[in-house]
């Protein structure tokens, strides 16, 4: 975000009871009791100030990809982060530092990187949303999380309008997660986020969904427009991607974060499948184990507790490619989104005693509709 002066005077620009579902690719939600869309740093803390100055709640919307905002709308300041640009700093001669300003899309960045010949982010192609909201839960897809490239994110504290840098150490990355989405949501609007790239233009093929994509294709040595482009396909085939026209996608991608479990939980679940035949007698569920812990797979938990692709509650249904994401078939309600990931949540805890985790961020809600 630059700091210039706004182009319209902030009055001119904030709209009252202004509709928010077609600003989320689930399309649901009521209004935003005052909405103004942010270009630049100056533009954003003037907002910030006129909210605070009448005791208003602040959101800040993104590209509204990972959000499911409640029927009764949001009742502060809606401000939509519309800044663009970029900087390269070429300071030496393995990588570039690409600094993005948080209301690009992401999508783009990373085919821009691509073309230059940048390595780093292109397993994360197709990730619907934008620059600033990557840090937020520290997006990750097909073997590549935003947090390895990330060297630097810039941010407004709400609470007292000065600027913050972090380094990535600062961040608390985890999976799916950093310290924005938990200790300091809410806090913090990201301005800014600079990303390394290494030149040497090799990509990483470490996800073994993509590794036998690649090679059904033939590709051996694969390039990084060929690790995006198959990412991309693969993305496509699951309706993984922000696409307008494809009735799947009307989703916030994944609704349930892949659960951690202790070895002795996964060795009740192995008991438990292996006992109502779910798999062969010697076969495990889908699985990655690290140190003490493992971590499954929410789509096969949520196919094997009965609620196959496809599954419907009222207007709301899981995705017909992908168990995981739950779509509006149309006109659904926030609340028929949220009874049917409770309906997914109950089951796979009352098969296999796993609560779920929801993904994505609740806003307007009186209560967590996941507490618990
Ligand atoms: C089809 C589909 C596929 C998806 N696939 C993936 C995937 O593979 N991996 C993955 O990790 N995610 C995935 N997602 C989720 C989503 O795209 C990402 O979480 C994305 O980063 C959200 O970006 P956004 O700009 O849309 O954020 P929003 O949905 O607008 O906001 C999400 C959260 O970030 C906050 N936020 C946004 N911008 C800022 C800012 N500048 N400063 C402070 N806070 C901010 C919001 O307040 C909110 O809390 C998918 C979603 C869809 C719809």
Not at 152 to 176: L, M, S, W
Not at 181 to 208: F, H, N, Q
Not at 245 to 271: H, M, W, Y
């Amino acid at each position: 975000m630059s700091s210039e002066k706004p182009s319209l005077p902030l009055h001119e620009r904030m709209v009252c009871n202004h509709p928010l579902a077609h600003h989320t690719t689930i399309g649901v939600g009521g209004p935003a009791r005052y909405f103004m869309p942010a270009a630049t740093t100056d533009e954003l803390r003037y907002a910030l100030l006129w909210a605070a100055d009448r005791h208003l709640p602040v959101f800040v919307l993104g590209g509204g990809s990972n959000v499911v905002i409640a029927d009764s709308g949001f009742p502060g300041l809606v401000v939509q982060i519309v800044s663009r640009g970029w900087q390269v700093e070429e300071r030496d001669t393995e990588s570039v530092i690409l600094r993005v300003a948080s209301g690009e899309r992401w999508d783009y960045v990373v085919e821009e990187a691509v073309a230059q010949g940048w390595a780093g982010i292109e397993c994360l192609a197709g990730i619907p949303g934008q620059v600033g909201a990557t840090p937020i839960q520290n997006v990750g897809a097909y073997g590549q999380q935003v947090s390895e490239s990330i060297v630097e994110v810039k941010a407004i504290d709400v609470t007292t309008g000065q600027a913050v840098t972090f380094t990535a150490q600062d961040c608390a990355f985890g999976y799916r997660t950093s310290r924005f989405k938990t200790a300091d949501a809410g806090r913090y609007v990201i301005v800014e986020v600079a990303y390394r790239l290494l030149r040497d233009g090799i990509p990483t093929v470490r996800y073994a969904e993509l590794a036998a994509y690649l090679d059904e294709q033939k590709i051996r040595t694969p390039t990084l427009a060929q690790v995006r482009g198959a990412v991309r396909a693969i993305r496509a085939r699951k309706s993984m991607l922000a696409d307008p026209n494809d009735p799947n996608a009307r989703s916030c991608g994944s609704f349930f974060i892949n659960p951690t479990v202790s070895r002795k939980q996964f060795e009740e679940l192995v008991e438990i499948a292996r006992r109502k035949a779910m798999i062969s007698a010697d076969a495990f569920p889908p699985h990655y184990a690290s140190g003490d812990e493992v971590k499954l797979s929410a789509a096969w938990l949520i196919e094997h507790a009965g609620l196959r692709r496809g599954t419907r509650l009222g207007p709301a249904a899981l995705s017909q490619k992908h168990a995981l994401a739950i779509v509006n078939l149309g006109g659904a309600k926030a609340r028929d989104i949220i009874a049917l990931a409770q309906l997914v949540r109950s089951q796979v805890f009352e098969r296999f005693g796993i609560l779920l985790q929801p993904e994505p961020v609740f806003v307007g809600f009186e209560t967590d509709p996941f507490a618990s």
